[in-house]
């Protein structure tokens, strides 16, 4: 009876000790790191943004203790994705907006962080941004967005083939009416006649028009001169383009399902062959699409450059709901001012924005 009472004891004395040595040589869990997730408007994959996120999570979580998530729409689906997701309470912690009104809205209904105050603890992004920049970011006198470092100077214009046009023997800088650049079409379809000369993007044929759109594109100076606020829709000038249009739509220069295209031009280049798209042409603007492509572009001017600052089409906001609204100030800031982050983050943008980042860094 002792015997086995002894045996008893020292196993239990054993599994005590087994017990005491697992508990304390188990290494403890390290707490996951926080993810923000980043939405931008663009065409990139699936995969594409998966791994454009992951090479950033590896610099952000070293830097700073949190990893990023990067997911994109497409110019015509996006506002009504992000807000089927506020409508969910699902928002992303760091979104773009893709026009003024939208930028409104989002200040207006509160989901938009003001930034001001947030903007005194990262000094380095204030400062990044110019005041007039700035100043377009502003509802009711706070500052409720991150400006996109996309030009603002920009002319309207083109960018086409160096390839074609060197085949078809035409001097870009000869090219400085819509006549002209009718003409360049033209050849181009009579040298390819199975390709669409002139693509869409997302739809939209003409990404500029000749004018100061002062805002809304309803009333506009005209030619960018003067100081006489006439409604666009109304002018000979208007009238003539709508005409020019549709000779070069029955000519077959214009894809012609092209509203109705959710695809952009770089991509629509590659498919139909084409030659040529409408642009907001700037340095800058150029490096992107020409990545994107992957085609010696270009640029054609047919006037000069235009500033617009009184808005800025693309911005930063960070949710009001986020829990991680420092860190997704970090990551802005980073974006902004980093250039190894700028470049990674500028593979995953729509015309690379990119648009930025098409949206932070073209």
């Known amino acids: 009876m002792k015997l086995k009472l002894y045996h008893a004891a020292a196993a239990a004395a054993m599994a005590l000790s087994v017990m005491l040595l697992t508990a304390c040589g188990s290494p403890k869990q390290a707490d996951p790191l926080p993810i923000i997730k980043?939405?931008?408007?663009?065409?990139?994959?699936?995969?594409?943004?998966?791994?454009?996120?992951?090479?950033?999570?590896?610099?952000?979580?070293?830097?700073?203790?949190?990893?990023?998530?990067?997911?994109?729409?497409?110019?015509?689906?996006?506002?009504?994705?992000?807000?089927?997701?506020l409508l969910l309470g699902k928002e992303p912690d760091v979104f773009c907006y893709t026009d003024t009104e939208n930028m409104f809205s989002l200040a207006a209904d509160g989901t938009a962080e003001p930034l001001d105050d947030w903007l005194e603890e990262f000094p380095t992004l204030k400062e990044a941004v110019s005041q007039d920049r700035w100043n377009c970011m502003r509802y009711d006198g706070k500052r409720i967005a991150v400006p996109g470092n996309n030009p603002s100077a920009v002319a309207i214009g083109f960018e086409a083939r160096t390839d074609v046009l060197d085949e078809l023997g035409i001097d870009a800088a000869s090219i400085q009416t819509m006549e002209d650049m009718h003409a360049l079409l033209l050849a181009a379809k009579q040298q390819n006649p199975s390709s669409?000369?002139?693509?869409?993007?997302?739809?939209?044929?003409?990404?500029?028009?000749?004018?100061?759109?002062?805002?809304?594109?309803?009333?506009?100076?005209?030619?960018?001169?003067?100081t006489e606020v006439v409604n666009l829709y109304d002018t000979p000038e208007y009238e003539e383009?709508?005409?020019?249009?549709?000779?070069?739509?029955?000519?077959?220069?214009?894809?012609?399902?092209?509203?109705?295209?959710?695809?952009?031009?770089?991509?629509?280049?590659?498919?139909?062959?084409?030659?040529?798209?409408?642009?907001?042409v700037a340095e800058q603007n150029v490096v992107s699409v020409t990545r994107s492509t992957k085609q010696r572009l270009t640029s054609i001017t047919l006037g000069s450059k235009l500033q617009n600052?009184?808005?800025?089409?693309?911005?930063?906001?960070?949710?009001?709901?986020?829990?991680?609204?420092?860190?997704?100030?970090?990551?802005?800031?980073?974006?902004?001012?980093?250039?190894?982050?700028?470049?990674?983050?500028?593979?995953?943008?729509?015309?690379?924005?990119?648009?930025?980042?098409?949206?932070?860094?073209?």
């Open 241 to 280: 383009l709508c005409n020019q249009m549709h000779q070069w739509y029955t000519e077959g220069l214009i894809l012609k399902d092209a509203p109705l295209t959710n695809a952009p031009n770089t991509r629509l280049m590659q498919m139909y062959g084409g030659v040529a798209f409408s642009h907001r």
């Open 196 to 226: 669409v000369p002139l693509v869409p993007h997302f739809g939209q044929t003409l990404m500029m028009l000749d004018c100061d759109p002062l805002n809304n594109g309803l009333g506009v100076l005209l030619h960018n001169t003067g």
């Open 38 to 85: 980043l939405r931008t408007v663009g065409s990139s994959s699936e995969a594409a943004c998966q791994r454009i996120g992951e090479v950033l999570s590896e610099l952000t979580a070293e830097k700073f203790g949190f990893t990023v998530e990067i997911s994109q729409q497409s110019t015509t689906n996006y506002n009504a994705e992000l807000e089927r997701e």
């Open 309 to 362: 600052t009184s808005v800025l089409n693309i911005g930063w906001c960070i949710s009001s709901r986020s829990e991680h609204k420092r860190e997704g100030m970090q990551l802005l800031q980073y974006l902004y001012t980093d250039r190894e982050a700028a470049d990674l983050f500028c593979c995953t943008a729509w015309r690379a924005w990119t648009t930025a980042a098409w949206m932070l860094t073209m």
